[in-house]
């Protein structure tokens, strides 16, 4: 089983849900926040965990989801902040997220069924592969996505 993948996952949804809290400041993004502390190795290096997490808040980067201005060492992004396409995917609704969204108001349907709040829930259940579905559709466009039922 590919664990990492999953850490993958987890790693650039907790970032990009950091980034969109913080949105439109910019904020320096550590990695610890993410994932805790991790202990270096005996050559004072960050742990392979850290190593994986940095890695792929640098890979949001290249694949335009962030931008920062650099890094701390190997512990943060420095002056990160979403870009159009990381804010636009982390804010879209996703149909058929509730039931029953006749009875919400629409401003707080809009919040409820966005992907920004269904990644929190999935976090906060500890649903690793409603996770891992969620965070595919942030790497999808919209019209990929459409008819994804999450």
């Known amino acids: 089983m590919d664990l990492q993948i999953d850490d993958f996952y987890k790693d650039c949804a907790t970032g990009l849900l950091q980034l969109y809290q913080a949105f439109p400041r910019r904020v320096a993004l550590y990695v610890e926040d993410l994932i805790g502390p991790s202990e270096p190795d005996e050559f004072g290096l960050p742990s392979k965990r850290h190593e994986s997490c ?26 990160a902040t979403l ?40 976090l906060r259940g500890a649903d690793s592969e ?3 579905r969620l965070t595919r559709l942030i790497f999808e466009s919209s019209a990929d996505a459409m008819g994804d039922i999450v």
């Open 54 to 79: 940095l890695g792929a808040l640098l890979w949001l980067a290249d694949e335009g989801y962030l931008r920062f201005d650099s890094t701390i060492h190997f512990e943060a992004l420095d002056q």
């Open 83 to 122: 870009t159009e396409k990381g804010f636009l995917r982390m804010s879209r609704a996703l149909p058929g997220a509730l039931t029953n969204p006749e009875n919400l108001p629409p401003s707080i349907l809009r919040v409820r069924a966005s992907l920004a709040q269904q990644l929190r829930e999935a």
């Open 130 to 132: 409603r996770l891992v």
